[in-house]
């Protein structure tokens, strides 16, 4: 069995992760970390092999390093933090990813590759206005990965989840390749995933759901 902390356990993500890690037979879920819920991450390191951090921009850095420092493995969902920062000599492993949507990914790759044959692209992502940071850490990866400069726009509204459109151009015509996670169950198969591999990755931090598949 392996012993999984939930950090952020109180939030939209932290739930759905407690409730997906619940009902995997080869995982126990033995700390819902949280100050709303009371429990601090340092006092729920000792009953952790891997914590998933789904907080803020400005607490996943620290708990991840505390994490690596105690030799409990990291998976990080949180976006909008610098990812460099987890690089050091550890005994444990971070494994960060910035969509745990297999859709996602596979948007990610195939932009990345229509990028090399079309002129010009452009982002557009689309959250749930309770959203912290902006651009969003998909749309800032996608980017990344794509030939050019590459423009994001953000779009924040209620009744959104997650969303992206990359909207390629070249003379005549246009491509667009689209993603929506309508429910946050769409991101649990691959957080499964990285806690289960998380420990026996060859380098850290991993940076990528596309590296486990
Ligand atoms: N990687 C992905 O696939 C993916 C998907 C969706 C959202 N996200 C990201 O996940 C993060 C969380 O999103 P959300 O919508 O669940 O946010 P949320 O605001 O609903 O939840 C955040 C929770 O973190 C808790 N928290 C704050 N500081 C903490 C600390 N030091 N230790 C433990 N818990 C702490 C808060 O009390 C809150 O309950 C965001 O950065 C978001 O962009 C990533």
Known sequence: MIRVGV??????????????VEGAEDMELTARIDPALGLALADALGDCDVVVDFTTPDTALENAL???????????GTTGFDVDQLRGDFSANAFVA???AIGAVLMMRFAADAS???????IIELHHDRKLDAPSGTAAR????????????SVRLPGLVAHQEVILGDVGQTLTIRH??????????GVLLAV?????????????????L
């Open 98 to 100: 910035p969509n745990f």
């Open 66 to 76: 505390s994490c690596l420092r105690a030799g409990v493995h990291v998976v990080i």
């Open 180 to 189: 929506d996670s309508t429910d946050r169950t769409s991101f649990m198969p």
């Open 7 to 20: 950090a952020g356990a109180a939030g939209r993500m932290g739930q759905a992760v407690c409730e997906a």
């Open 116 to 122: 090399q044959y079309m002129a010009k692209a452009e």
């Open 142 to 153: 996608t980017a990344a990965l794509m030939e050019g400069d590459v423009p994001i726009h």
């Open 196 to 212: 289960r591999r998380v420990a026996e990755l060859p380098d850290s931090p991993v940076i990528g759901l596309e590296h486990l």
